[in-house]
C-alpha cells in the first residue's frame, strides 16, 4: 500500500452528527412512501391526496434551500444545522398529530422547509471540519447517512408503525430530529471571519459549477425515476410481493454504504472516476431491465447501482464545496436535486405507463450521457481564498 494512504489523518468524531443528521432527514423523507395508505385512512382521504400533499415536499426543500441562501447569511454552519433540525422536529410533530388534509399539508411543508435550510450547511460543514486531503473520505461518511436511511430507519419507522401506529413513526422521527439538533450544538460554526458572502450569482457566472449543478440534476432525475419503478417491474416479471421490493432497496442501500470503504482508492483519480461513474450508470441503467429477470441479477445490479452512484455522488458534492461560492452552490444543489427528483418521477411514471420501463431504462441512460458530458468538460473548481 502507498505510504501516503497509510498516514491519513483520523476524522473528527463530530462527523458522524452530520451522517446522522442526513439519516433523520433521508428517513423522514423515504417513510411516507411506506406508510401512505395507513396515512390516507388516518386522515380520512385517498391515497392520492396524501401521495400529492408528500409530494410538496421536495418543493418546500427545494424553495427554502435557495431562500436560506438569502435570509440566513448571518447564521454560521451551526445555527444552520440545528434550526433546520429543530424545525424537522416541529414539522414531523405536526405530520404525527394531524387531523386533515391542511395539517397534514402543513406539516409537510414545515418539514421540507426546515430539511431546505439544514441539509445545506450539513454539506458545507464538511469542508470546514477537514482538510482538503481528506474531503472525500469525510464526504462520504457523512453521505452514509442516505445508505443508512435507508437500511435502518426506514424498516425502524415500518416497525413502530406495525407494533404500534403511523402516527407513533412519525413522533419517534420527531425525537430522532430532536436528538440529532441538540447533537449539533457540539459543531464548529463554520463561518471564518475573514470569509465573504457568497451570492448566487457568482453559481451562475461559475463555468466550473454550472456543468456540475447541470450533471446533479441529470444524476437524481435518472435515480429517481427508475428507483420509484424497479421494484414493481421486477415484481411483475418475477410473481413476488412487496418484500422483493424491499430487498431492491436493502441491496441498493449496501451497495451505497459499501462504497465508503473504497474511497482511499477513489480519491484520487477522481478526476478520471466522476466521468467513469457516469459511464457506468449509462450502462446500469441500458441494462437494468434485463437484470430485473432473476432476483439474483437484479439484487446484484441494485448492489453495484449503490456503489456506483455513492462514488459519484461523494465526488459531485466534494467539487461543490470546492467552490468559490460553496455555500450558494450547495443550496442550488439541494434546490436542483428536489426539482430534479420530483420531474424526474413524474416523467417515469407517464413513461412507463405508456411504453414499458425498458423504456424508463433507455431514457435514464440518455440522460446520465448528457451528465456524462457535462462533468467531462467540467473544470476542476478550487476554493478561492478570500
Not at 447533537?183 to 461559475?206: H, I, M, N, Q, Y
Amino acid at each position: 500500500m502507498h505510504p501516503s494512504l497509510e498516514r491519513r489523518q483520523p476524522l473528527p468524531p463530530t462527523l458522524w452528527i452530520l451522517t446522522g443528521s442526513v439519516t433523520v432527514i433521508g428517513a423522514q423523507a423515504l417513510v411516507p412512501g411506506v406508510l401512505l395508505p395507513d396515512i390516507a385512512r388516518g386522515v380520512g382521504v385517498s391515497a392520492a391526496s396524501v401521495g400529492g400533499i408528500f409530494g410538496s415536499y421536495g418543493l418546500a426543500l427545494a424553495a427554502s434551500s435557495l431562500a436560506a441562501g438569502f435570509c440566513l447569511r448571518g447564521l454560521g454552519g451551526r445555527a444552520r444545522v440545528t434550526a433546520g433540525l429543530t424545525g424537522l422536529c416541529v414539522g414531523l410533530v405536526i405530520v404525527a398529530s394531524a387531523a386533515g388534509r391542511l395539517s397534514l399539508l402543513t406539516g409537510v411543508l414545515v418539514a421540507g422547509a426546515a430539511a431546505g435550510v439544514a441539509l445545506p450547511a450539513v454539506y458545507g460543514l464538511v469542508a470546514v471540519m477537514v482538510d482538503t486531503e481528506s474531503a472525500s473520505r469525510a464526504t462520504s461518511r457523512v453521505l452514509l447517512g442516505w445508505a443508512l436511511s435507508l437500511v435502518v430507519g426506514v424498516p425502524l419507522a415500518g416497525l413502530v408503525a406495525q407494533l404500534l401506529s403511523w402516527r407513533a413513526s412519525f413522533a419517534s422521527l420527531a425525537v430522532a430530529a430532536a436528538a440529532a439538533a441538540l447533537c449539533g450544538l457540539r459543531l464548529p460554526s463554520a463561518r471564518p471571519a475573514k470569509e465573504k458572502d457568497p451570492r448566487f450569482r457568482e453559481v451562475l457566472t461559475d463555468r466550473t459549477v454550472l456543468p456540475l449543478l447541470g450533471a446533479v440534476a441529470a444524476f437524481m432525475a435518472s435515480f429517481y425515476g427508475v428507483f420509484a419503478f424497479v421494484g414493481s417491474d421486477a415484481r411483475a416479471h418475477l410473481g413476488h410481493g412487496p418484500a422483493l421490493s424491499s430487498a431492491i432497496a436493502l441491496a441498493y442501500g449496501c451497495g451505497f454504504a459499501s462504497a465508503g470503504l473504497l474511497e482511499r482508492w477513489t480519491r484520487r483519480a477522481e478526476h478520471v472516476l466522476l466521468p467513469a461513474t457516469f459511464t457506468a450508470l449509462v450502462a446500469i441503467y441500458g441494462l437494468l431491465p434485463l437484470a430485473d429477470r432473476t432476483v439474483p441479477t437484479v439484487l446484484l445490479a441494485a448492489a453495484a447501482w449503490g456503489i456506483v452512484n455513492e462514488t459519484a455522488l461523494t465526488m459531485l458534492v466534494v467539487r461543490i464545496t470546492r467552490a468559490s461560492a460553496a455555500p450558494a452552490a450547495l443550496a442550488l444543489y439541494n434546490a436542483i436535486t428536489y426539482i430534479s427528483a420530483a420531474f424526474g418521477t413524474a416523467c417515469a411514471g407517464a413513461l412507463v405507463s405508456s411504453a414499458g420501463f425498458a423504456s424508463l431504462g433507455l431514457a435514464a441512460a440518455v440522460v446520465c450521457a448528457s451528465g456524462l458530458l457535462m462533468v467531462t468538460t467540467s473544470p476542476r473548481p478550487r476554493r478561492q481564498v478570500a
